[in-house]
């Protein structure tokens, strides 16, 4: 099927997660997660009314997305993979939000770039609770020291919205539930800590697994394969 096909199908199941959960059918957004894919499946997506986008690579992403700006297009776009320290800079010039903060030093080096264009971003707050994957915030005692500097007013150009997770890759549904469940959970710890935060967002769910993670309170889901197929990544 194509991406047209793809979107309208995955919207529509979105839609009635949300419903089922409680929420109202609008009320998950969708990250279409155009990692490995052109920038004409991008531009075939905006046509189709989709406007929020996530990379994973830095420099993947800035080539293709000056490219679909160049055309008019005005797509959103969220990086989602694990950043390094040298490529903030091009990262906080192309993203409205960097979803992937999992490090103070991070935080850092996200508000001095920021700071020297004079640009607020969004972030949030990676999370690790499932055992495959390695990246993310460990420690929540970590975690409360960038929401309590945030809080403090000393991150001037970050403004955090939540949190982020990628569930253990497995069948077993009761592990993936309980990480994305440890999430939600983890939002209300913290935004009880920091009322003066505004940490509604859980961007947890990806192909595979987002249906569980909309039933246990997903604000956002990051789609790839289901939207644009498979990724080649011998390219
Ligand atoms: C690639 C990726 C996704 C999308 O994965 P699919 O299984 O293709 O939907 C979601 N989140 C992150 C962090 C990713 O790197």
Redesign the pocket.
Known sequence: MGIKENLLNIRKTISECAIKSGRGENDVKL?A?S?FHPAESVLEAISCGQLLF?E?RVQEAAAKFDFVRSTGAEPCLHI??SLQRNKVKEAVRIASCI??LDRIELADEIEKQCAKIGKKIDVLL?IHTGEESK?GFSSEEDVALVLEKCAAGEYGHIVPKGF?T?APNTDDESLVRKSFSYLRELRGRMSSRFPSLSLSEL?M????D?EIAISEGATIV???????GQ?DYSK
């Open positions: 990250v997660v990692k996530g994973n989602i993979g979803e992937s990676e990246s982020m990628m961007s769910g990806m192909s595979g987002y990051r789609i790839g394969t289901a939207i644009f990724r």
